[in-house]
């Protein structure tokens, strides 16, 4: 009898206790538990409230795990997301095409942060006007490849392709080429340095290292519609040291190279035109364009020359005034023509203003021969009759895609 | 007349004599001693509770040290597991009493190499449910040493006292890119009382576990393309390249707190040793070994029950063992945010904002074994054998708003062993035995419910399906052993053995398409082998 209770009370302990922490933490498992509410109001900015925000896609991103998610404004601006916690990054663009204009509208507001113990958040974004540009990055190669012989990455072979992505010739004299600082893209939400005391990106693009420009007087260097223009690190034929890489040595193509500023670089091929190296601080040898995450982009001097240019725009490091290598030419966002921003990690910290890149673009990783390129804009490619336009609303993330090979290769 | 100091001799005599008949039998009951069969004689010695040893029937001493090698080749593996195991240890292990002292103690050193080893970011496997792992196959070398020890002291016929200290070290090295290099430490302390009466003995412990597991992964080559995957839960993880500047760490810190309640019921040749253990357990997952960031905590909490039905006869011992386990695991995500120390020029820092439950999972599992020993004498079986099943469940629920991910798997094991000794005259015994098993299982393998169709964290699919499939698959085992037993010294109880023991495991390979490599790769050929030697010595 004693041994049957006690088998009992054992038996009926065990299906108590069994799910019992489960039970105590079901509310933890809730929809409520584990998500937060964002409500979201775009503006339109002033002068421009004809354009209506309804159907915008809003997208919002967790600079952590990578999540993503959407949602679509009412005419009023206003959407509500339940999303989960982190910290997130809200962007939104628009393209309206008007008399042969396209005009872009898009903003961002980042470092949202949605946790348990502050579940609701209420952003407002002021978008900001920007019109396509005539000359556009169209690829940019910048992970370098494998070696097939030694088996390590090969990372001399950096090119950008710039595009005439207009129906009349551009002219690329004194237009001018750059990566931001930093070098490389900001981890772990840590932010950029050149900012304002709130945190806000400076309405600019910091270039950051060396200053290069197309030299021409005028119309020196005209770039027809549909035409490409090539500007490698190393204007060499690059396949003779590994058959994956590229030639890059080819009459017409463009290079970083002066004999002075960079004499680490290989010397151009014949034909091979050098850009103009302007500008350079610290005591490096070559012009450095990070193998992991840049952020490149095209700018004009707003018309100045170069000796007014660099002194209206020279730019100590906010957070490190003294040390000259982290200094900058701080380029007005009105002269940035063009820019894509390259992540490592989702969870990388953004360089670029809304009105330069939106977004951002990323490849699997470095030293396999993946290359970012633009998307073709299909719609407006048949409107022009064959000619290939390609897509631009200032946001990489929309505008650009992966290749398992840089586009070069297959030449 | 008789001489009074005569017959006092005389008694004295015969009472020597008979004390020394009594301890020659138990020193030739010693020479068959086996350290599985005096716990299985005594359970209390394989309980929680060090107090106890004062239970042990045994009448003599026993202390043995023995060397072991251990070979695994496994043709078909589950995604952690290496390709080959090779396992070299030395070990010493003793049960003693000293008046009213009651002493056990263990020793265990191993070395281990392992071929081809993917996916395991910790010493050990299910070390944590939020590891960094990476897929590079690679040699891992691990080392161990375990110390278990056990004090109780009698302190009337009624009661005794009893702690148990056990510590253990260890590290893991893996010899490619992208290598990890693991130190483990663990610590065990547990007090414990019984209490002794004609017919019940009950005891009582506590129990406090504190271990620590650092990581390192370093990457020293110049090959590209190679990735650290950071897991939760049900393989969901987010990834990065790696590059040859990056040292990535982690520090996992578990505390565990418990208890566990005996009662042992004996009437006659009749018992029923019944142990209750429930421990909770709180484990700290930090991103560096300076604890700077925690970004996980785990919550768990486990109960054990396990019963021993046992009829004690003169030629024969019946058991019935009865077990009963269940595990819950929660995993919460820390929120984290960077953000500037006040007061401070430049200085940046982790702050905690609250917990998010992300995953949760239940083990439950329970069997039964009937052991039937037919005696040569206490300690030798004429012939044993054994019969059992277990029955296991695992439930798995992972969230990620709004995604939702749910996994059940159903696992049935029987087995069977029998072993016959045989004596060679009075210079020892063999003891040889064979054993089977076969085993299933069948659940759902993911069912999920993500609306996101682009960006979100993603499940390891491919690692859910191995897991599933290595679980799940119709598997059975045939194996046998043997054991010389050689007595050097019969008056002391001295012996030497070595035993070899080969188990064969076969599979009904699943189905897997042959354009999944990743899976394929865990199901190369539908066999795997177990062998192990080990050398000792008795005393």
Redesign the interface.
Known sequence: M??KN?LYT?IA??IL??????EL?KD??K?E???GLVKIQLKMPQGYEQFSTEGMKILL?DNT?????TVIADANGYAEA??????YSISSESKYTENKTISIFNGMQSGL?L????NTANVSIDLKYSKSSQIIIKEFYYGGC?NIS????YAKDVYVILYNNSEEVAYLDSLCIGVAYPWNAPT???IPEFTDVNGNLMPGAPNSGMGWMFDGTGKDLPLQPGEDAVISLNAIDHTKITANSVNLGKQGYFTFYDPVLTPQHSTPEAGVIPLKGFWKTGPSKSYVISN?SPALFIYTTGGRDIEEFIAQTYTPNP?NPSQALSACLFVEKDNVVDGVECF???NDTKRFIPEIDNGFIRT?????GYSVHRKIDEEATAAAGGRIVYQDTNNSSNDFYVRDKASLTEN | MINIMKLKYISIMLVALAVLAGNKQAMAQKNHYSFERIESMTPWLQSYNAAGLVFNVADENISTVYGYADYKDNGFKNYNEAESVTVLGLGTKSYTRLNNFYFYGRFDYSYTFKENQTWLGTVYENGTIAPMLENVPGKVHNESYKLNARIAYKVSDKSAFGITFDYEDAVAAKKKDGRNSNTFSNLNVSPAYTFASEHVNVGLGLNYQYNVENVNYQYYG????L?LYYMDGLFMY?S??I?NTMIKERMYIKNTFGGSAQ?E?KFGKFS?F?Q?T?LHSNHDLYEDLGLKKRYAVT?E?Q?N?N?IIKFNGQKMENSLHLN?S?K?S?L??I?N??EAIEGEN?Q?QYNE??????Y?A?S?SAGAVYHGFIKKDEHLQNIDFSLGFAFCKDTK?Q????SEYNQSIYMRNYFANVNKSISIKDYGYFIIGISGGFSDGNGSMLVEKNP?K????SVHKDLVETDFLYKTAERYNIGGSIKYSHTLNADKGMSLWIKADYMYNGITMPEVSSANTEILNHFVEDNRHAMKISVGFNF
């Open positions: 004693k041994i006690l054992a302990s065990l206790f069994s799910s019992c922490i489960q933490r933890d498992f929809d538990a584990i998500s991103l795990s990578g999540l993503e998610y339940r999303v989960a916690f982190g910290t942060r946790t348990p113990e502050e494998q030694t088996g390590k990455n772990t939400g840590k992991l957070k490592r990690n989702n699997p990783g470095n030293g396999q | 110049e090959a590209t393309g990735h987010t990065s390249t590059i009662a019921l029923f019944n209750f429930a919550e909490m109960y029950y019963g009963y269940n819950e929660l919460y995500n929120s945010v960077y430049n940046w904002y609250g917990k998010v439950l992300r949760v239940q439950e629920t969230k990620l708003y709004p996101i682009s960006g979100s964290i």
